[in-house]
């Protein structure tokens, strides 16, 4: 749906909420609860997906008439699709997923042929007075390459110049159908490029010069126009969650990216578990019971700690952190967990919400995306005192991000085509 404050936006939830990788499914999922959505939040108005396709949801999708019977569906109920998840290639619910959820990562061929798949669907299905964004990993596992810094310069080397394929294709499909599509690094906790200075790190050392000679020599333009392509068509997708595990500053973060000439392309709003560890034994052996719940084994809750003295340490996973929890130094533990976002507190914990409010205000303020995508994927591994009735929570989630968008006025009332 289209929002109109001072800017507009286009706001939908992402569809990796909802299990199964094959095209049957995934648009099953769709048929069941887009519809309704829509009746509920804009009736009378186009209304944006969001879509998550797997690797074998795009082979199926490109095969035969399943594009254009899609398209029909989207026509006839008054639905667009302006932005798609890349990040997850293969399954993604009710099987062990943790840290495959990066795999293939960016150095490996299937990861670019899948984001080109990607990259195809978006191109037939965006409409034309639209721009597509793709979200993407944050190129691999840093865990995986920890004292191996010879394979870990190789394989950024192999994914800048992936990325550059892909840029590629991009700009060819801009000359011929005038639409502009965006791939969005994701940086997460643990993802090779997981904070602010590590994407203009990045970007400056690597992505640039190492894509920036790729296109120049395969496209036959200056390495300037190559870097100006780059830097148009590669942006970043800021999960709200993540930034706040990394306890980064969303005002600070935007500033960065600014002076570097980064694009944020796409926000995916979600919250991150809070804990305010407390001093007393008894009560930390209480949140550490309280926590039990969140440490299941489909997917990674990294956790980063922060000292009295503002030192921040990392574990890889929410199950590896419980045992120190009682005798730790940590004053706050922020834990990759995705909690509803219209939750602030939890029992003994909270959320980043505030860092949700902070970012939709920035937007208001200065519009530096437009994409915004709902991201709680978490609804099934959620403790049992969470889970509400998924559309009814889905529904829940908008109307939060709306009330924050739009303060002086119906939600309804400021959705527009």
């Not at 130094?329 to 980043?352: A, G």
């Not at 303020?365 to 969470?386: D, F, G, K, R």
Request: hydrophobic share 40%; with cysteine; aromatic share 10%.
């Amino acid at each position: 749906m289209k929002i109109e404050t001072n800017h507009n936006f286009h706001l939908t939830y992402c569809t990796n909420i909802h299990p199964g990788e094959e095209w049957s499914k995934v648009f099953a999922n769709l048929k069941q609860y887009i519809p309704a959505l829509k009746a509920r939040l804009a009736p009378e108005k186009p209304y944006g997906i969001g879509l998550r396709l797997a690797d074998v949801a795009t082979r199926e999708l490109l095969q035969g008439n399943a594009l254009a019977e899609f398209q029909s569906w989207l026509t006839e109920l008054d639905l667009y699709v302006f932005t798609l998840n890349g990040f997850p290639f293969g399954g993604f619910h009710r099987q062990v997923v943790k840290d495959q959820v990066y795999a293939p990562d960016w150095s490996k061929q299937e990861r670019l042929e899948y984001t080109l798949r990607l990259v195809n669907i978006l191109a037939q299905l965006l409409p034309a007075d639209m721009e597509g964004s793709i979200s993407t990993l944050p190129l691999s596992y840093k865990p995986w390459f920890e004292g191996n810094q010879l394979f870990l310069t190789s394989l950024t080397s192999s994914a800048s110049l992936n990325l550059a394929q892909v840029v590629a294709q991009m700009a060819r499909i801009r000359t011929e159908t005038g639409k502009l599509l965006h791939i969005d690094l994701e940086p997460e906790p643990d993802g090779l490029i997981e904070n602010a200075a590590e994407v203009v790190d990045y970007f400056q050392r690597h992505l640039l010069p190492i894509g920036g000679e790729y296109l120049a020599k395969h496209l036959g333009i200056s390495l300037e126009a190559a870097e100006a392509l780059i830097l148009e068509h590669v942006r970043v997708c800021y999960d709200t969650c993540h930034f706040a595990v990394e306890y980064e500053n969303p005002v600070s973060v935007f500033k960065q990216f600014q002076a570097a000439g980064i694009q944020v392309g796409k926000i995916q709003i979600s919250a991150a578990l809070q804990v305010n560890i407390p001093n007393d034994i008894e009560q930390r052996s209480l949140v550490k019971k309280r926590l039990l719940p969140f440490a299941e084994s489909t997917y990674l809750h990294q956790v980063i700690a922060r000292e009295s003295t503002g030192r921040l340490r990392h574990y890889t996973d929410l199950e590896k952190a419980l045992p120190d929890l009682e005798n730790t130094t940590d004053r706050e533990w922020r834990i990759h967990f995705h909690v509803p976002i219209f939750i602030h507190d939890y029992h003994l914990f909270q959320s980043t919400q505030d860092d949700i409010s902070t970012v939709l205000d920035l937007l208001q303020m200065n519009h530096a995306c437009s994409h915004l995508e709902i991201e709680t994927y978490t609804w099934e591994v959620l403790p049992t005192e969470m889970k509400l009735d998924l559309l009814a929570s889905i529904q829940r989630e908008y109307e939060w991000v709306l009330s924050k968008m739009l303060v002086n006025s119906s939600p309804l009332d400021l959705i527009s085509c």
